[in-house]
């Protein structure tokens, strides 16, 4: 149980456009999903908090604007960069919090890596 | 602020032998601790818990060892094997379920 999965994988873009990355668990609900960015050789660096019916909330420095969150069901949270410019390439990672499996463990996406040209 | 921190970032060790990582952490409130295991271009994988109330769980080859006197946590490996070459993270569960993750151990297995 607790799987969660990530869409696409792997996205190649040019400066300018917008970029949706899904997440979704498969075999839970989540009405909380994080958003994590990490780029080489780093840690992971929360981005925001998705909650389902709710707005987003940002961490401090995050922009809202350029990194929308939409958390339209108790299974999936969508996150896009708008207009992505290089330094937005990086691995974006989802989590979701099972609170049904009687856990506060966070399970996490297998990423997406975004490069942008 | 405060942050789990991570004592050394890379750790060679032979296969067979046991492996320990180490983690620190900074806010004593943390009652909430997890480790990670990240291989190369994939999502965190979860390892092993442990509630402030316990200072050991065991796993299936995996030992979780926290000393909440010193803020210290530790994940011990037994019989490293080639597969559990990767990068390991200590995360703290922060307020509104947040976690705070440390800098990563980046274990390497020496056939």
């Known amino acids: 149980g607790a799987v969660v999965s990530q869409h696409p994988s792997r996205v190649i873009c040019k400066s300018g456009t917008s970029v949706k990355i899904e997440c979704r668990s498969l075999?839970?609900?989540?009405?909380?999903m994080f958003w994590y960015r990490q780029f080489p050789k780093q840690s992971l660096m929360l981005m925001a908090t998705?909650?389902?019916?709710?707005?987003?909330?940002?961490e401090q420095g995050v922009e809202k604007d350029k990194f929308l969150i939409n958390h339209a069901s108790l299974t999936l949270s969508t996150l896009t960069v708008t207009s992505a410019h290089p330094e937005d390439s990086s691995f974006y990672i989802c989590?979701?919090?099972?609170?049904?499996?009687?856990?506060?463990?966070?399970?996490f996406g297998p990423g997406t890596r975004l490069t942008v040209l | 602020g405060e942050n789990v921190g991570l004592h050394l970032p890379t750790l060679s060790v032979q296969e067979g032998d046991n492996s320990i990582i180490n983690c620190a952490y900074s806010n004593s409130a943390s009652d909430y601790f997890i480790w990670y295991k990240q291989e190369s271009g994939k999502g965190p994988q979860f390892i092993i818990d442990i509630r402030s109330n316990m200072d050991k769980r065991q796993g299936q080859r995996v030992t979780v060892l926290l000393n909440k006197t010193v803020k210290h946590l530790s994940l011990q490996i037994a019989a490293t094997q080639p597969g559990d070459s990767a990068v390991y993270f200590c995360a703290e569960n922060m307020a509104d379920y947040k976690l705070s993750f440390g800098a990563g151990t980046t274990v390497t297995v020496r056939a």
């Open positions: 989590s979701a919090r099972a609170p049904s499996l009687s856990t506060d463990t966070q399970y």
């Open positions: 998705s909650n389902e019916g709710s707005k987003a909330t940002y």
């Open positions: 075999d839970f609900q989540a009405t909380t």
